[in-house]
């Protein structure tokens, strides 16, 4: 079983920056990818970032890539997600979730997290 924790979530202003976290524990050799998500209030779910925590090959959505970076910190089983030039449309519930790559980029990982409120403001 793995657990996922995000934190960092929070309310900032359109233009403004947060890092979210995302610490894995449990039976985290399982896996080896993990992604962050979030849904909108009205939306679907949809796939974000994802991290190969193998090798660091990384994948971005469109709408995020050139201002949200995915890392990872192996040792203390971390994943972080810097999010700069925010815009209002990226206010949702963030969730990071964790399995093997191709399950995570599809949007379909067995473990999650609880998620994470980021709202911003204009």
């Known amino acids: 079983q793995v657990q996922l924790g995000e934190s960092g979530g929070g309310l900032v202003q359109a233009g403004g920056s947060l890092r979210l976290s995302c610490a894995a524990s449990?039976?985290?050799?399982?896996?080896?990818?993990m992604g962050w998500f979030r849904q909108a209030p009205g939306k679907e779910r949809e796939v974000i970032s994802c991290?190969?925590?193998?090798?660091?090959?990384?994948y971005y959505a469109d709408s995020v890539k050139g201002r949200f970076t995915i890392s990872r910190d192996n040792a203390k089983n971390t994943v972080y997600l810097q999010m700069n030039s925010l815009k209002p449309e990226d206010t949702a519930v963030y969730y990071c979730?964790?399995?093997?790559?191709?399950?995570?980029?599809?949007?379909?990982?067995?473990?999650w997290g609880q998620g994470t409120q980021v709202t911003v403001s204009s």
């Open positions: 979730a964790t399995d093997d790559w191709r399950k995570v980029v599809a949007g379909n990982p067995n473990y």
């Open positions: 991290i190969n925590t193998r090798d660091g090959s990384t």
């Open positions: 449990g039976e985290t050799f399982s896996t080896y990818a």
